[in-house]
């Protein structure tokens, strides 16, 4: 787009961008959902044929044919594109795989972490000091790139921490199953397909950093109220936040690449779309990380809070098991086996609020982030720099 759109239809063209940013995650699940109920999980890897068959012939029939410039593969930079290669790889990893593993208790966790830090360092050194690098980390030191680019890695870190954490909210308290959680996200997916050309026509009248920070305070407002959660919040509670969220997301996504990428030469354009897509999806891997951590922790710190507030000499716990163990005698239950159930019954409730006191932890941090994200959009220059 940077490349063919005249930069008058730039925000227009990344409004339909911002599609695949934002909206095809969030509709994502409903489909895999319906997929995973009536055919099976399996069904969901082969989600993508169809809309790939499209792919590929709009490419073709829509795109400039251009003589493949061979040389290219003589000269590239391969020294920076397998360090960098392997150092984002192994970085992803272990993001992913370090809070199920213990994180550097485990010797493979601590081996990828390792190698990620030698790597990732090798190749900044390398990209700085090619001629023609892999990907331009000069980009980086242009202000209004630079600052774009951070809050695009915080803007994944809230898109993709929202994903992650709201589907494992809904499985593991309200029970729901893969139908059920496809349907609740659905709310923040079908309304940024209408926000999008509206957050496009508004860049005319407005400043995009006001619109980005109206954006990240919309999607910030949406995570604090999600803070809030009782186990009761379900489909019906979660509608109000998810459309918030909805609202949000497409001023962010869309104006925020018009910003980073205002002025920028068409030669440039390669890198500058390679580091932007890299560092918000690399920050929605830090930001599951951080989250799942976050979850992990709070529930064990919100369990022993939880359960100092039991005892058996307060009166209200008495009468709970009492009137517990009745029930399960009532069903034909001897005493101390309902004795026993009635237990089970009140350690699962701890456990229970427990989750969901550490699920509004992690949804209050992701608000927090975000707003914190929004005076950085005010530190890019107004008028465009020159490149």
Not at 61 to 81: P, Q, V
Not at 193 to 217: H, Y
Request: aromatic share 10%; net charge positive; hydrophobic share 50%.
């Amino acid at each position: 787009m940077l490349r063919l759109l005249p930069e008058r239809h730039h925000a227009a063209g990344f409004a339909v961008f911002g599609m695949t940013a934002t909206f095809a995650p969030a509709i994502g699940p409903s489909i895999g959902g319906w997929l995973t109920e009536n055919y099976g999980w399996p069904w969901i890897f082969y989600m993508n044929l169809v809309p790939g068959v499209f792919m590929l012939a709009a490419l073709t029939w829509g795109m400039d044919k251009e003589r493949a410039d061979l040389s290219k593969i003589r000269h590239g930079d391969w020294a920076g594109i397998f360090t960098v290669a392997t150092g984002l790889g192994c970085l992803i990893t272990l993001l992913e795989e370090g809070n199920r593993n213990d994180w550097f208790n485990s010797p493979a966790m601590t081996g990828l972490a390792v190698v990620s830090v030698i790597m990732l360092a090798a190749g900044i050194v390398i990209e700085l000091r090619c001629r023609d690098p892999f990907i331009d980390l000069r980009l980086l030191s242009r202000r209004g790139f630079g600052i774009s680019c951070l809050v695009g890695t915080v803007f994944g870190l809230g898109m993709y921490g929202v994903m992650y954490v709201l589907p494992v909210y809904l499985a593991q308290i309200q029970g729901y199953n893969a139908g059920q959680i496809g349907n609740t996200i659905m709310w923040s997916g079908i309304p940024q397909l209408l926000m999008m050309p509206v957050a496009a026509l508004m860049a005319k009248r407005w400043d995009a950093r006001t619109l980005i920070s109206v954006g990240l305070a919309l999607f910030a407002t949406s995570c604090l109220m999600n803070g809030h959660m009782t186990h009761w919040t379900a489909y019906e509670q979660l509608r109000s936040t998810q459309l918030i969220r909805a609202l949000g997301m497409p001023l962010v996504i869309v104006h925020l690449t018009t910003l980073a990428t205002r002025g920028l030469p068409a030669s440039r354009a390669g890198s500058a779309s390679a580091l932007f897509n890299m560092l918000r999806n690399l920050g929605g891997s830090v930001g599951i990380a951080l989250l799942a951590t976050r979850i992990d922790v709070r529930e064990k710190v919100h369990s022993v809070r939880l359960g100092e507030s039991v005892s058996l000499f307060d009166p209200e716990t008495t009468e709970r098991i009492r009137s517990a163990t009745g029930y399960f005698v009532s069903l034909g239950a001897d005493s101390v086996t309902a004795g026993n159930r009635a237990l089970e019954v009140l350690d699962h409730t701890i456990r229970r609020e427990a989750f969901v006191l550490s699920f509004g932890d992690a949804f209050t941090l992701l608000g927090v982030i975000l707003v914190l994200a929004i005076p950085l959009v005010w530190f890019v220059h107004p008028k465009k720099e020159s490149w």
